[in-house]
């Protein structure tokens, strides 16, 4: 009699787990990170072929390879502003991180002979850390605020001399609290120290598909907007901090402004 009571609940278990959401939300996140191992691992020998080791062309392999990542999870990138991108030579972008789906609206706007600054501990993430490394990223220490801004002065040298643009999260870690946080200085000093222009992105909220406290991952739209770039010509490390003031606030405005107005992890975004 047990038996046979237990017989449906054994097979009703597996179907409760699948539909829950909390399931859901681990599975999506467990094959995200899978998926991406994989097509390292399948662009690393791309990388080595085409490259012969650590070079920024690199990041058009992986700019291909992640573009058709977003459709198994129903997301829809819908970008503006593309004309800023338009600009010759080296500049420095700046975005808001939320989380590591950023990487997926990152490659589909991604420009040529562009790479990124990571922390240092992603060069350790397996076949992705080593194709990021393959690919130019610039790793910093983020404990150790003099190695890292001794590296983005070697950065700047390396954006002039070889003609690379570069990309920052000036928030310095990802944050989905419905806002922006402050800004780190690092990106300001890069650009005014190798006089580009700065270039704007805004991530519109995930507070609407993704929940990480929550653990809510459904299909959505990601708004990406390209803000006008903001040259630096003649500004020395005096204008750093009204140079990020300003980029903050007209990034947080474009933010509010793309967003939905929906529930957050951390009170109500405000508009
Ligand atoms: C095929 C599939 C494969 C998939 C592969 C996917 C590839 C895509 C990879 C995407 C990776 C994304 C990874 C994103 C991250 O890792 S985000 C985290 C790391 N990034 C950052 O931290 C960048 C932002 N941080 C900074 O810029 C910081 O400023 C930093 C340089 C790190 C220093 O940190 P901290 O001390 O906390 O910051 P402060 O800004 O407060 O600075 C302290 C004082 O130092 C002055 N300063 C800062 N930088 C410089 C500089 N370069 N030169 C001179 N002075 C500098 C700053 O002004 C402060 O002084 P004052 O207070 O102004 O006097
Ligand atoms: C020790 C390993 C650390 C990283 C492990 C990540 C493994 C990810 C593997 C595949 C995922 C797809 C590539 C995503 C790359 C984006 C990495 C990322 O978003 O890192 C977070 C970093 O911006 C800020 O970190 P914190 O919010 O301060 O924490």
Not at 75 to 84: A, D, K, T
Not at 221 to 250: A, F, N, Q
Request: hydrophobic share 45%.
């Amino acid at each position: 009699m047990d038996v046979v009571w237990m017989l449906p609940l054994l097979l009703l278990f597996p179907l409760l787990m699948w539909t829950s959401s909390t399931f859901l939300f681990y599975f999506k996140k467990f094959f995200y990170v899978a998926w991406m191992m994989l097509l390292a691992l399948l662009g690393i020998p791309v990388c080595l072929l085409k490259s012969g080791g650590r070079d920024v062309e690199n990041m058009r392999v992986i700019r291909a390879m992640v573009r058709h990542v977003k459709y198994f999870f129903g997301l829809r990138i819908e970008v503006s502003g593309w004309e800023h991108l338009q600009t010759v030579g080296p500049y420095v972008i700046i975005s808001n991180h939320q989380s590591s789906l950023d990487v997926l609206g990152m490659m589909e706007i991604l420009p040529d002979r562009c790479t990124t600054i990571a922390k240092k501990e992603l060069v350790y993430a397996g076949t992705v850390g080593l194709i990021c490394w393959l690919s130019g990223i610039v790793f910093i220490n983020r404990k150790k605020t003099s190695d890292a801004k001794s590296v983005m002065a070697d950065a700047a040298k390396t954006m002039l001399d070889q003609q690379i643009r570069l990309w920052v999260f000036p928030e310095g870690t990802r944050n989905q609290n419905g806002d922006l946080l402050p800004f780190k200085k690092g990106a300001f000093h890069l650009a005014v120290q190798a006089q580009v222009p700065i270039v704007p992105v805004v991530f519109s909220s995930y507070n609407s598909f993704y929940l990480r406290k929550e653990k809510q991952f459904n299909s959505g739209t990601i708004k990406l907007k390209i803000l006008p770039k903001i040259e630096t010509k003649g500004m020395t490390s005096e204008d750093v901090s009204s140079l990020s003031d300003l980029s903050h606030s007209l990034m947080r405005t474009a933010f509010l402004e793309i967003s939905d107005s929906v529930p957050q992890s951390n009170g109500p975004l405000k508009h």
